[in-house]
């Protein structure tokens, strides 16, 4: 039988930590190479942004139809808890459709979703930004290399690449 030998690609593994160092055994990996990253990121970053907007939209309502007498739990605090479970699921969809399925439940660590998650896991992403850029650079690097032998010209096959690292 003949075999196929695999080039190594630019996929990253990110290990993921407690605070206090504790390795949890997940990970993430990102394919800085993945040309829909950046879209994926760009998407949702506005898919959060309307997932803000819908649960204000829908408190608002709430507030103003439901009954908030009698004792605890009312008529308004049952729907506020199913505004705020139904807002919590959609934005870990969101996160999952940017990093990949199943990313939310690594990242919050057995923890349920809650209220700010999405802030906290793209500050946790944010740890990971500068080790991106430096396989992007490298990638730029290798593109340049093989592509750019005889023409002094920068970027001549990617014009944009460059400004998808800033």
């Known amino acids: 039988m003949e075999y196929i030998t695999l080039e190594e690609n630019s996929v990253q593994r990110f290990g993921i930590r407690t605070k206090d160092g504790k390795e949890t055994g997940e990970y993430i990996e990102i394919d800085p190479e993945d040309i829909d990253f950046q879209f994926r990121a760009n998407e949702c ?32 605090d049952w729907a506020r808890r199913e505004a705020c479970k139904e ?35 793209m500050d946790m992403l944010t740890q990971i930004v500068p080790a991106l850029k430096d396989t992007s650079k490298k990638i730029l690097e290798n593109i340049r290399e ?4 005889n023409n002094e010209q920068d970027n001549v096959i990617w014009p944009n690449i460059q400004n998808m690292q800033k």
């Open 45 to 76: 970053q506005e898919k959060h942004k309307k997932n803000v907007t819908e649960l204000q939209n829908k408190l608002n309502e709430i507030e103003q139809t439901c009954n908030k007498d009698g004792e605890f739990p009312t008529e308004r």
């Open 146 to 149: 093989k592509y750019n032998k």
């Open 87 to 121: 807002f919590m699921a959609k934005e870990e969809k969101t996160i999952d459709d940017f990093i990949g399925d199943g990313t939310t439940k690594k990242l919050l660590n057995g923890r349920k979703p809650y209220i700010l998650m999405f802030n906290d896991i």
